[in-house]
């Protein structure tokens, strides 16, 4: 998984080909998800402890690693509980339209489609 990431953002039209090609003749690793959705809640941490916001001229405001460590856990559960939330819905609307694509290949579609948020979550690490 996490080496389809720069090709979902280059040429994702063919990205998604390859995926698709990769699932039919071996098994997706989930794991890379664990790893994905880690970055966001990591690089709050890292902002908010280390680097802060500031308002105007005011000194930079930044939270305590006891406060901002419970913060990141959460935000890394509720990513990964959105993910297989989001494949679970995916299964079932493909159920209703007579599509049988397994749980887990709609929780890898849901883990694919979020990886720009996941890689996004670069930008908590200098919270302005």
């Not at 071996?26 to 790893?35: D, E, G, K, T």
């Not at 902002?47 to 000194?59: E, I, K, Y």
């Not at 890898?108 to 302005?128: C, D, K, N, Q, V």
């Amino acid at each position: 998984m996490i080496n389809h990431v720069w090709g979902l953002f280059t040429h994702p039209n063919s990205e998604w080909r390859e995926i698709r090609g990769e699932e039919q003749t071996s098994h997706p690793r989930l794991y890379a998800l664990f790893v994905l959705a880690a970055i966001p809640p990591i690089s709050a941490f890292i902002g908010t402890t280390q680097v802060g916001w500031a308002h105007g001229n005011a000194p930079a405001v930044r939270l305590t690693e006891a406060s901002a460590l419970p913060l990141a856990v959460l935000s890394y559960l509720a990513m990964l509980i959105g993910v297989l939330v989001m494949g679970w819905f995916i299964h079932w609307m493909a159920r209703t339209y007579h599509a049988n694509p397994t749980l887990r290949q709609c929780v890898m579609f849901a883990a694919y489609t979020a990886t720009p948020l996941f890689i996004a979550g670069l930008s908590a690490l200098y919270p302005s």
